[in-house]
């Protein structure tokens, strides 16, 4: 029993020890404490002191960026709060500039570049009629000679006769006659016209003067805001009190205002506002400024007060920001090369080269129902001229469109649409056994063209990367006017064979998977490398063999205008044969028919072209 309770005693000292070790009191030369807590700062257990925070200083341009992201619907839980309308309409006031700069840039305007002629608006063509006319003359008798009152009518054949039988039998005037007349007559109404006139800044009128309406219509707005606006003047001076006064150049009204001294002594000054922007001072009735005698007694003087004019001024009317979804622009290059040779030892032959290259783009993004689209439809098209012939050697034509809609994270599910062709006749050249040069046709207009449908998923990592996969993705390959036909061939007649078309066909349909990838590079900001690469595979026939077109656009801007391009494009596709040639010649095979065979494509394009954007 002694050595339980002697065992609990040394327990109870034990803990006393360790309680005060590890309390709250800080004894003078006791470090212990302080070790332990930068310890767990150095772990992370216990975090810094809270920092003070910094001052924000924002200037005008800064501050209406900022609350120009902030006032997007996207971040409020109601886009018609009170407190997103009020920032709405500070940004509108700050970012415009005053109403008089207004004012003068639109009394000032040249409204007559808005004109356009109502004549304009109606189609008019040519009617040819024939109307009675009456000339004088004198009496006719015998062969005499037929006079008019200085005025020679031209008359038709019949005309002629009747002059003649006329002057035959002495017939006196006046004569009615029928004479050839062509007036101009509306034939159509238009619904859209533009102006010439550079100064133009609409795309077009659907009906005339609307150029006398829009200037009406200014002028009677300018006017209104004239009635309206206001502004309040507060009038101050030794003292407290403020005297407000609203200036208007319509206002008649006077007010009285007591100026006073430093001892409160007050003189009474009417203020008034004759015209606009102007302020009128009016001393009292019967007040004289002089220089006072000495004076030992003032007389008490009573002053009848009038009641203050307490009006304010209108309320600002809400104004509602309308979003903007499509964006559209436009890139045109237009590039020429020419060579010319004289008496050139070496050889070569002298050609002109052009290359036209436009392309269209039309983006739409709606944050709040999560879809957007981009779209763009292209044109390359070129012609080689030398001495012999002229010859095509770019031709594009093709459409390419996404539309997507926010899945998760940078993830959003699309659909695809991509189509191309051509828009001229394309050949191949050869030279025959004998010599000669010579073309078939190989190409024209919607044969071969190529649709592609897909659906899937896009990632886009950054703004200038797009990664597309389309598992469920259908390609087309479509010949409109086919060489073989029923077992008979046609020869000018585009043979459907050299685009992986089966004889007696007229398309070949392959389901598949896709693989799309675009990315825009700008090493530095004049220079931009554009690549857009398309894969696809079909799932029924040979899908081990995998179809590649990569197209790379390296774009050099030079100033506003020109820029150097260097542009490659790679195709690679089992089902597109070519003829294999040796010696420049077909290679036959035993059954007597060109011998085909898939090969990579390659075509490649530099040069200074002229660059615009609209």
Request: hydrophobic share 35%.
């Amino acid at each position: 029993m002694r050595v339980q309770i002697f065992k609990l005693i040394l327990a109870f000292l034990y803990l006393g020890i360790n309680i005060s070790v590890f309390s709250q009191e800080h004894l003078p030369g006791d470090h212990s404490k302080d070790r332990v807590i930068d310890s767990l700062k150095k772990s992370g257990f216990v975090l810094n002191e809270i920092k003070k925070k910094p001052e924000i200083t924002l200037s005008r341009n800064e501050a209406l960026v900022f609350l120009q992201k902030k006032i997007h619907p996207q971040y409020w839980n109601n886009a018609a709060d009170p407190l997103r309308q009020a920032f709405g309409q500070l940004v509108f006031e700050a970012a415009h500039e005053k109403q008089d700069s207004l004012r003068n840039m639109l009394i000032k305007y040249p409204y007559d570049s808005l004109n356009i002629p109502w004549d304009k608006f109606y189609i008019w063509e040519p009617l040819k009629l024939r109307i009675p006319t009456i000339s004088k003359s004198e009496s006719i008798s015998g062969n005499a000679a037929i006079k008019t009152d200085s005025t020679l009518i031209k008359a038709d054949s019949l005309n002629l006769i009747r002059t003649e039988a006329r002057k035959e039998a002495g017939i006196l005037n006046p004569v009615a006659e029928l004479k050839d007349t062509t007036i101009m007559v509306v034939v159509d109404t238009l619904n859209e016209v533009t102006s010439s006139n550079t100064l133009f800044p609409f795309k077009y009128y659907n009906y005339p003067y609307q150029s006398d309406s829009i200037k009406a219509a200014v002028k009677s707005l300018l006017g209104y805001l004239e009635d309206r606006d206001s502004t309040v003047i507060n009038f101050t001076g030794l003292g407290n009190s403020v005297t407000p006064m609203m200036m208007n150049s319509k206002s008649e009204r006077v007010i009285r205002y007591w100026l006073k001294n430093e001892v409160s002594d007050s003189v009474t000054v009417w203020i008034g506002n004759p015209s606009r922007n102007t302020i009128g001072l009016y001393l009292e009735q019967g007040v004289n400024f002089r220089r006072p005698a000495k004076q030992g007694k003032f007389a008490n003087a009573k002053i009848n007060t009038k009641p203050l004019d307490n009006s304010t001024l209108l309320g600002i009317q809400h104004i509602k920001l309308k979003a903007q979804f499509w964006k559209y622009h436009t890139d045109a290059s237009f590039m020429l090369n020419q060579t010319a040779l004289s008496n050139w030892v070496k050889g070569g032959e002298r050609s002109i080269a052009t290359a036209l290259d436009v392309t269209g783009y039309a983006d739409y993004n709606n944050k709040q129902l999560k879809i957007s689209s981009s779209n763009f439809a292209r044109l390359k098209f070129g012609y080689l001229a030398t001495g012999k012939d002229i010859r095509k050697n770019l031709d594009l034509l093709e459409t390419n469109s996404k539309f997507n809609h926010k899945a998760f994270g940078k993830f959003d599910f699309s659909a695809i649409l991509l189509f191309k062709t051509q828009i001229a006749i394309g050949k191949n050249y050869f030279t025959t056994a004998a010599g000669h040069d010579t073309s078939n046709m190989v190409s024209k207009f919607m044969n071969p063209a190529i649709l592609t449908i897909g659906l899937g998923l896009d990632y886009q990592p950054n703004k200038t990367t797009s990664l597309n996969f389309s598992p469920l993705t259908y390609r087309g390959t479509f010949v409109t006017d086919p060489a073989y036909i029923n077992n008979t061939y046609y020869p000018n007649r585009i043979d459907q064979t050299l685009y992986g078309v089966p004889k007696n066909k007229y398309s070949l349909n392959e389901p598949g998977v896709s693989f799309m990838i675009t990315n825009e590079i700008r090493p530095i900001p004049t220079v931009s490398i554009v690549n857009r690469l398309q894969l696809f595979t079909n799932y029924i026939h040979n899908p081990q063999n995998v179809d590649v077109d990569w197209e790379m656009i390296t774009t050099a801007h030079l100033n506003w205008f020109t820029d150097v391009r260097f542009n490659t494009h790679l195709i690679f596709d089992d089902d597109t044969k070519t003829e294999e040639l040796k010696g420049g010649q077909p290679i036959l095979r035993p059954d007597g028919t060109i011998k085909k065979t898939a090969r990579i494509q390659f075509k490649e394009m530099l040069g200074l072209s002229l660059y615009f954007r609209f």
